[in-house]
């Protein structure tokens, strides 16, 4: 057999600036990055507090390998479960206010593992239709009955909750939509749940160190205890700064996960010092507060120009700020010419958003200054025709 067939449709997808490919990435994550040998203005990672190569973070991995040595060696069952990981559990349970905690080698992981462990064939689960594709795969292999809702709709929740006599109903959401920027009305949707007699997974992975006093996301910054949500998850390679995921919730649903989740059973634990390094980013997350407050100016002041210049944004009040452009063409246009001023900020295309609605996925970090935001407004002001 021959790839012809993979080779044409590589090509269709070329045509349709659909491909995609990977850049060289040369420095450590941070405002300045060197890409491909080119040094720019950088708008386009999810280190949203600027701690992927903070000094404290990069010596406690130091210190962790010490300790700990480099890899897992087994998975968490076997005897891979070290004290690295077991002390970022208590922390992370701590933190959250649940009474426990269990951590994912990434947050794929968790979320494919955390659903498959709690429904099968004889339940149903409900989805935003922009969930992040690993809940909508988590879902699909579940073989639950899968219904997407519409986006951010309580109403269109209701109406499929009240159609149904499956066994278990989880409702499953982002915290803050990654590719929208926009938080979801968990208030409303656990108490649409909580009556249905539902249970609510919500997947805070750009939520959490960028929403809530004390970084918390999206459950701290409504107030939602467990009884409102109940499967709370949390990625760390993100505002963290490190790698993997958590998730939260009661002793039942974790002893649930570790005797049941095939993502957490059948692979090896993170490195622990890994783990160990994030305990640090745990208390600068939680206590530097500042960083938070950074960017909350950051984003306003964005916000403010963009619009200004006539860009559509999107209704977001946290670090990720697309600006919608329409046609994936026009987008990697604009995306390239950013460039060739030394801006890089990623296109997104189909079939990661929908077709016609092609972006910008600005994002921001507590590194950036507002010295960097006005350098990014100045060139979208040259570079990018807004929408008519
Ligand atoms: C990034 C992301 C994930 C995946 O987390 P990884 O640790 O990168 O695998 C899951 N859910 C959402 C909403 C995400 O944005």
Known sequence: ???????????????????RRRRLLESPQGPEIVVDGVRGLAFCSNDYLGLANHPA?????IDGAERFGVGGGASHLVMGHSSAHHQLEEALAEWTGRPRALLFSTGYM??????????DKRDAVFQDRLNHASLLDGGLLSGARFQRYLHNDVTSLEQRLARTDARRKLVVTDGVFSMDGDIADLPALSAVTRQAGGWLMVDDAHGFGCLGPQGGGCVEHFGLGIDEV????????????????????????IETLIQHARSYIYTTSMPPAVAWATLSSLKLVRDESWRRDKLNTLIALFRQGASALGFELMDSPTPIQPILIGEASEALRISQALEDEGIFIGAIRPPTVPAGSS?????????????????????????????A
């Open 57 to 61: 973070l990069k010596q406690a991995l």
């Open 1 to 19: 057999m021959s790839f012809d067939q993979l080779e044409t449709e590589l090509a269709e997808r070329r045509a349709a600036h659909l491909y």
């Open 230 to 253: 109940p499967v709370l998850v949390g990625t760390l390679g993100k505002a963290f700064g490190t790698a993997g995921a958590f998730v939260a919730g009661s002793e039942a649903l």
């Open 110 to 119: 968790a979320n494919m593992g955390a659903i498959n462990a709690l429904i």
């Open 359 to 387: 972006r910008l996925r600005v994002t921001f970090s507590a590194s950036h200054s507002e010295e960097h935001v006005l350098r990014l407004l100045d060139a979208l002001e040259r570079v990018g025709r807004p929408r």
